[in-house]
C-alpha cells in the first residue's frame, strides 16, 4: 500500500505543547523543526493602517470573484498585487501567464501533479521525484491518497526509469538553501514535466539573479511576507490547459480559496509596493531591507557560534552573486540552517535534541543521511537567541566529554 | 480509469460569463445551477460596526493556532463560537466531541473518507455510496485522485456489496431538501461507516426537531450564514483517532485553514449568539429569524408560480414538524427548487435553459432522471424576481404550442 502507514509514524507538528516562543512547557525543548515565518512580526507590528484589513460583515460572501476569468475563485484585486509585487521584486517574469490561487502551495503542489497527470494515462500512477535532499513534506503530500495518477518515485539523481515522470525543483532549495535547477535528464522526449517551488526565491534570502520564468512555478504569502496563517500561494503557469485542470482541482478540493485571506494579501503586498514607489520612505520601512537585513545579522551570528563548535557542527557555504534587488553582490541567507555534524554523531537530530534541547528536522526526512539537520532560522527572536545559546553548549559537552 | 475524463466534460462554475446579479451578458441567461447564498447580503450589510472584522498586519501569521490541541491550527476562538452557535441554533449535541476546521465542507469530505479508509487495508478502494438524489460534487470529489483509498460507489439504495463501504447522508438532502437516514441496511456488521452532511440543517431551511447526534457530523459557514467567500467548514467528530487523521489530511493538504476567515467566522457566529441573548433586540436583527421569514416568502412565491403552470413543473412538498428553534410548527424552505417537469419534457434542464432562459442542474447530475432539475433559492432578489417571471413564462410557450 502506499504511504499512509509509515506517514502516521512521522513527527507531526502538534505532537509537542508549545507556548508562543516556541519553547515546551514540559520538557523546556526549543521547537525549531517547522518553518513557522513568526520572525517578520515585528516589522508589520509597526504599519498600522496601511497594513490594517477591514472587512464588512458583507463582504466577499460570493464563491465567485470573477466568472469571465479562468481561475474564476481568484480576486482580481490579488491577481494586481501579485503581478506588481513579482515586478517590484524582479523574481519572477509574469507576462502571458495565468495565475492560479491555492489554500497555501501546499495545496497548489497537488494541484499540479493533478493537471499534469489527468485523465490518467492508463499506463499506471506517474513518478513524481527531486533531488535530495528534497523537502520532506512532498512524499507525504504525493502519497497521501495513493493516487492512481501519480506517486512519489524518491531522489531524482537516482531516477532512471523510462516513460512520464514529473521533477520538483525547489529553488532555493528547502532545507539546504542553494539554487537549483532540474536534474533528471531527459529534457527534449517530452516525458518529463518539471515545475519549480520558488517559496524562497525572495530577495531577503537569495540574490534575484534573474526573473524566473519557467512554465510552471509557485510562490507562497507564508514564505514571502511572512503571513503563514493565511493560507495563500499562487502559481504562475504558461500552458491554459494545465491552469485550467489546476483551477479544477482546487474547484473540487476546497471550492476556491478564502477571500478574506485573499484581499489581506493583496493589502500586504500593495504595502510593500507602495513602500518602493515613495521616495519619501526610509529604508526601514521597505520590507525586503528590512528582512534581508535581519536574515543576515542572524545568519552572522550563526557562524559566529558554529565557527565555535565547528568541531561538531558545519554548515553550507553559498557564493556571492549579483543581486539585480539589491544591486550589488549578495550572499544568500536560507531559511533553515541546514547543519551538518561531524562523523562521531551518527543521528544529528537526536544530538541536537538530547544534548542542546533543540527540536529541528533530521535528514533522513529529506532524504539523506542523519547526519543533517534542518533548523528555521525564521522563528521569534527569543527563540532564535535561545538556539544560539544551546548550540554553544556544545562546547560545554565536549568538555565533560560526551563526545568521543 | 477513474472519472477524471468524464469531468471534464461536465458544465464549471467559470463556463459563463455572469454580472454581479447572475445573469449573462452574451445570451441573457440566467444562472441558478450553483448554490451561492447571496440572498443573505442584505441582512448582514445592516449589521455594521459588530460584523466587521479588522486585521492588522501582524495578527495571525503563524501556522500555529494552539499546539497543544488536536486540531492545532483552529483557532480556539472559532472553537468557542461553533460551540456556541450550535447551541443557540440547537442543531447539534457538541458534548464530547473534536472540532476539526476545513477549507470549507468541501475538503472536510474528502478529509473523512480519507480518515475512514487510511492505512488502506489493502482489499481496495472502499466504496462511498450515497441514496440518489445525491449532491452532485460528492461522485467527482470522490473520484478526483482516483485514490487507492476509496472510490465512488454510486446511489446508496442500489448497494448490495459485502465489505467495508462508507455512506454519506446529506440531511436535509441537496437537491431536494428532504430530511434522511442512512439507507444501506448494514448496521451491526461493522463494516460500513456513515457521515453526515449537515450543511443545511440550520432552522431558516427546516424545522430542527432534535440536536443531530451522529459519530460524524459537518457544517458549512456558507450555508448557515451564507458566507461562501470565506470558506469555513467544521465537524464534530466523537472517535479521537477519526479526528487526528482528519486534521492530519488537513495538514497535508493545505497546513491548515485560513485564520483571517476563522476569526471572520467566529466574529459572525458570536453576533448571530449575541443577538439572541440580547432581550432588547428585535426580530429584525435576529439572523435566523431573518432567514426563515425571507425563506418562507421566497417559497411561497415559487409554489404560487409553480401553481400557474403546475401543467409543466411540480414541486416537492414537505410534512410539517415542530421545530425546538422556532418554538412552533415548521415547514421546510430548502436551499433549492427540486423541479420535476411532466412527461413530455424529456430533458428538464435543456427545457429551462433554452424555454426560459434558466441554468439550472440537471437531474442526471445527481443520479437521477433528466425530469429533475435543481435551481437554487439563495440567489440575490433581482435574480430570483426573474427566476419567477421566466418560469411564469411557460404560459405563453404553452399557448404557442410549443409544448405537446
Redesign the interface.
Known sequence: ??G??K??AKP???K???SSDNVTKEDNLINLD?G???V??????K??E?????????D?????SD????C?FLEPELEGAITRFHRVAGNAAVEDRYVVI???S??LY?AVL?ALT???S?AGPVPVVSAAPYYS?YQ??TD??????YKWGGDAYAYDKDGPYIEVVTSPNNPDGNIREAVVNRSGTGEGKVLYDLAYYWPQYTPITRPADYDIMYFTF?KST???????GWALVKDEEVAR?M???I???????????QI?AAK?MG?ICDSYQDLKSGNSENFFEFAHQLMAKRWKRLREVVAEVSEVFSLPKYPKEYCLFHGEFTESYPAYAWLKSNESIEDCEKFLREHCKIAGRGGRRFGVDPSYVRVTMLSREEAFEQFLQRLLSVKDIKKRALIV
Open positions: 500500500m502506499c499512509t502507514e506517514l502516521s507531526t507538528l502538534n509537542c505543547s508549545l517547522h513557522d515565518p513568526t517578520y512580526e515585528s516589522f508589520w507590528g504599519m498600522g496601511k497594513c490594517t484589513l477591514v472587512i464588512k460583515g458583507n466577499l460572501m460570493s464563491y465567485m466568472t469571465r476569468r479562468l474564476w491555492g489554500t497555501g501546499t495545496q497537488q493533478y489527468a485523465p490518467g492508463g513534506q507525504a503530500e497521501l491518497l495513493c493516487s492512481g495518477l507564508s511572512g503571513h503563514a496563517g493565511s493560507r495563500i485542470k483551477t479544477k482541482f474547484e473540487l478540493s476546497s471550492i476556491g480559496v478564502s477571500k478574506d485571506s489581506r500586504i504595502a
